[in-house]
């Protein structure tokens, strides 16, 4: 069973920046997408950054174009998200998931870690 487990969330001041870790157990890690999604209250969930590991391709939503990237460190079998320039508007939960390569949908979710953003 594939589990993945996220940490680095926190508190930061407007501007300041966050890296945040997934990893990934039960699974071989190239066999995976591996996305990040947030959360904020009364919002519906939002698709922050997508990251095929076998090919290293990259996707990026456009509300973090520039200021959020991803990347793997495939011994530790963890992907990170690195957040720099925060705002307020990126506090919410962030999750990472994954799916296999090929299928649709994010079957394997992390139990999510809060960032928040002070103005």
């Known amino acids: 069973e594939v589990q993945l487990v996220e940490s680095g969330g926190g508190l930061v001041q407007t501007g300041g920046s966050l890296r945040l870790s997934c990893a990934l157990s039960g699974g071989t890690f190239d066999d995976y997408t591996v996305g990040w999604f947030r959360q904020a209250p009364g919002k519906e969930r939002e698709g922050v950054a997508c990251f095929s590991l076998p090919d290293r391709v990259f996707y990026y939503g456009d509300p973090v174009k520039g200021r959020f990237a991803v990347s793997s460190d495939h011994a530790k079998n963890t992907v990170y998200l690195q957040m720099n320039s925060l705002k307020p508007e990126d506090t919410a939960v962030y999750l990472c998931?994954?799916?296999?390569?090929?299928?649709?949908?994010?079957?394997?979710w992390g139990q999510g870690t809060q960032v928040t953003v002070s103005s």
């Open positions: 998931a994954a799916r296999l390569v090929g299928e649709i949908q994010f079957n394997y």
